[in-house]
């Protein structure tokens, strides 16, 4: 009896035929296009670069969530642009990660035979609309539905006390991770700089040869990590090009259909690329009920689950998108892979240098992760992240068919949560000493200290957030201390007269 598996139906082999992106910089703020008109745009380069005639079947479309314009149904209303009626219509909430979920579940349906034709897209506009809202201009576009409610993000899932602190923006709120990972990793503050500032250089390099990016220069280590009134510190340890950079224009779509319908549509083979397969697990949206901070458990099972689909090795993988909100994220998910420091993190360019259309990056990401397969390279890994290290999505791609048909579960939760340790009592009320778990200092836009914050274990290993007062020069120089971490080291916690604790070096 042969163990050859048995060829997959072509009409449910899922395959990527199309991709497309907009990158748009108007003359006149007043030009600029609306998300809506970007989507479009996008979705019709898609169909163009597939060869075919796709977009009249789309069984089932996905919209990023955008947050640059507010509109009623823009699921609807882009169908409609379209002139489509789509099975699955969805607009879904905010998260960094769910392009790459889009994908996987459109793959999925796909492979299901409940659609043979779909579309994942996003688009910001956020340039645009910041400058025609500091420039008093009214826009021609769809007019803003004031009363769809604003989406729930970050401070909507914090405690009180970590938004009273500041900590509660993904800018303040990713440096605990990295004060944690480089501490538990055995590196210096000096060391930990070192290594985001060569990673983030070499995001660079990748935008400034990528022609849909941003900011389309290569930055060396140093410009990236020395603070100067440019790229002003705003969260230590980051400065502003350790940062996403949200403020662009842009726009992308991926087409998917069936492999039988690829054919049949006349698509060349090599313009196709096939989904292998791929896995997502969350963390708790309170980032503070979370059992610690120097490794994520559901980014390590997402990460073991797509490398199980490459014979267990990261370096299978010869072109990756390890997501890069902040140098922590990738820092953390190389090390998992088991990939050095010399690791090519990106296909796209990162969202510092290529830019950061909020929750739709890694939409650009897959854009050009089929490049990169189309280009020559075997096996792609996209890796998707949203929240708070919070949402965790990996997804492989290769120009090769894959030996099974897709797997329909692809949730490694039970993984992720098998390996948390215990989460401490969170406390708003303590005194004696207090062991530093991690910290940030946050900075105001012209270079000053508004103040730290450090997260504690008290002696009753319960956490609590506690705040450094901005004259406290002595505790601020001690967390800011480049050659030695102060994670780990004990101090005093007192209560202010506002009731808010405070820490101070012992």
């Not at 042969?2 to 395959?15: A, F, G, Y």
């Not at 201009?137 to 769809?142: E, R, S």
């Amino acid at each position: 009896m042969s163990n050859t598996p048995s060829p997959l139906p072509e009409d449910r082999i899922p395959v990527i035929v199309g991709v497309g992106e907009i990158t748009d910089r108007p003359k006149e703020i007043a030009d600029g296009l609306e998300p809506l008109a970007l989507l479009e745009q996008a979705l019709r380069r898609a169909e163009a670069d597939s060869g075919g005639k796709l977009l009249g079947d789309i069984g089932s479309l996905d919209i990023v969530n955008f947050l640059s314009w507010r509109y009623r149904d823009p699921e609807k209303l882009l169908a409609a642009r379209l002139g489509i009626q789509p099975a699955h219509l969805y607009y879904g909430p905010v998260g960094g990660e769910s392009p790459i979920r889009y994908l996987h579940e459109a793959a999925k349906r796909i492979a299901r035979g409940e659609c043979s034709v779909a579309a994942v897209c996003g688009a910001e506009a956020q340039s645009t609309a910041t400058k025609a809202e500091r420039a008093k201009i009214d826009l021609p576009w769809t007019p803003f539905a004031h009363d769809v409610e604003e989406p729930k993000r970050g401070a909507a899932f914090q405690k009180p006390m970590a938004v009273k602190l500041g900590v509660f923006r993904p800018i303040t709120v990713y440096p605990l991770y990295e004060s944690a990972t480089s501490a538990h990793w055995g590196q210096t503050p000096r060391e930990a700089m070192a290594e985001s500032g060569e990673l983030w250089s070499t995001y660079s390099k990748v935008a400034s040869e990528n022609p849909n990016a941003w900011l389309k220069r290569r930055f060396t280590p140093e410009e990236i990590t020395t603070p100067t009134p440019d790229n002003r510190l705003i969260a230590w340890p980051y400065n502003k090009l350790m940062v996403a950079n949200p403020t662009v224009n842009m726009g992308a779509a991926v087409l998917l259909t069936s492999l039988a319908k690829a054919k049949a549509a006349g698509i060349p083979a090599d313009r196709i690329i096939h989904i292998w397969g791929g896995a997502s697990a969350e963390e708790p949206r309170d980032y503070l009920v979370r059992d610690q901070f120097y490794e994520s458990h559901p980014q390590n099972a997402v990460l073991k689950a797509v490398m199980n689909l490459v014979e267990g090795d990261g370096k299978k993988f010869d072109a990756i998108e390890l997501y890069s909100c902040f140098p922590v994220v990738p820092k953390m998910a190389r090390r998992t892979l088991g990939l050095g420091p010399d690791v090519q993190p990106t296909v796209t360019g990162g969202l510092t240098f290529f830019g950061a259309p909020l929750n739709t990056y890694m939409t650009h990401a897959a854009c050009a992760m089929v490049r990169k397969l189309r280009g020559g390279a075997k096996l792609g890994l996209l890796y998707g992240q949203g929240g708070f290290v919070t949402k965790h999505h990996g997804l492989v791609l290769s120009p090769q068919a894959p030996q099974h048909a897709l797997a329909q579960d692809s949730s490694v939760q039970a993984e992720a949560d098998c390996r948390k340790g215990a989460v401490p009592e969170f406390v708003t009320e303590a005194s004696g000493k207090g062991k530093v778990e991690s910290f940030t200092v946050l900075y105001g836009r012209g270079g000053e200290i508004e103040h730290g914050v450090v997260m504690l274990r008290t002696a009753a290993d319960a956490r609590a957030l506690a705040r450094v007062p901005a004259n406290d020069s002595a505790t601020l120089a001690h967390l800011t201390n480049m050659d030695r971490t102060p994670v780990g080291t004990l101090g005093d916690i007192v209560t202010a007269e506002d009731g808010v604790l405070e820490w101070r070096v012992g």
